[in-house]
């Protein structure tokens, strides 16, 4: 199985004028990760970035720099996928390789063994707060059962109405940002993700 159930706030809509105060009460209320999505800044924490940039291999250096941990990047924004996928390792840090909804899941297949985490969105990336794509899912799916030990993230509509159809496809990074930023009790919406996240992946570990 992949590295466990982890939860990872997005903060692309959260008081981005008391980032740092942000992620802080986001760690303190369980987070397991935080989900930058670029362009943004970056510190001492477990931080992982979402480059929803066009041109990602020129921020790689500089997200090292910043003490990034983990630099996903689009495979529709690059040319030569594997080319990145080195300098980023070289740079220390580690790999994840998105798909936005237009795109099959058979592109992303041939890097599999090469990155630490698939990420489907399942939204149009650009901003916070839009509708889960369900229909994403199948894509989810399909990475598990070819993939048993990838780390899957989903990304985009994601919260406590939406979490069950991405722990039965398969996820086990799940990125939330309006569910978790909007509650008045943060902690606990982190726990039924990660709860309803960790129940799939035993029940999924029981059956094989
Ligand atoms: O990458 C993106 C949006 O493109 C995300 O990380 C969003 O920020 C998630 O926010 P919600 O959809 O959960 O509100
Ligand atoms: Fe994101």
Redesign the pocket.
Known sequence: MASGCRIGP?I??SDLANLGAECLRMLDSGADYL?L?APCSSGRSVFYM?M?VSRPEQWVKPMAVAGANQYTFHLEATENPGALIKDIRENGMKVGLAIKPGTTVEYLAPWANQIDMALV?T????????K?MEDMMPKVHWLRTQFPSLDIEV?????PDTIHKCAEAGANMI???????RSEDPRSVINLLRNVCSEAAQKRSLDR
Do not use: R, W, Y
């Not at 990304?155 to 919260?159: A, I, R």
């Open positions: 997005s692309l809509n989900h999505d979402h929803m969105m939204v149009e990336p650009g901003f916070g707060g839009q889960f990304d985009g509509g994601v919260g990125v939330s940002g309006s569910a978790i930023m």
